[in-house]
Nanobody
Framework: QLQLEESGGGLVQAGDSLRLSCAAS????????MGWFRQAPGKEREFVSA????????YYADSVKGRFTISRDNAKNTVYLQMNSLRPEDTAVYYC????????????????????WGQGTQVTVSS
């Protein structure tokens, strides 16, 4: 059973940076698109970013494009989210997830297409 564990969240000020990590264990990682999603208080969970299995292609929500960078290290079974120029509206619980289909990417923005989820890490950005 694959397990995902996020880390790196915290309380920062607007304009600061954070790097989130998501470590996978107990299952296959390198064959799957990985995604980051977030859920703000009172809102539905939303897509943030995704990266294909080899790391060659990345996708971003418009709200984070140019500020966030997703990457992965398959040797370490870890996916990262570098978040720069953070804004108060980025405040949310951030989740990483593994896609349900190996070597597939077209379903990347849809959370119901991800089979495994981490427990989330809180990011709070103060103004």
């Amino acid at each position: 059973q694959l397990q995902l564990e996020e880390s790196g969240g915290g309380l920062v000020q607007a304009g600061d940076s954070l790097r989130l990590s998501c470590a996978a264990s107990g299952g296959t990682f390198s064959s799957y698109t990985m995604g980051w999603f977030r859920q703000a208080p009172g809102k539905e969970r939303e897509f943030v970013s995704a990266i294909t299995w080899g790391g060659s292609t990345t996708y971003y929500a418009d709200s984070v494009k140019g500020r966030f960078t997703i990457s992965r290290d398959n040797a370490k079974n870890t996916v990262y989210l570098q978040m720069n120029s953070l804004r108060p509206e980025d405040t949310a619980v951030y989740y990483c997830a593994r896609n349900s289909r190996a070597y597939y990417f077209r379903n990347y923005p849809f959370e119901n297409q991800y089979a495994y989820w981490g427990q989330g890490t809180q990011v709070t950005v103060s103004s």
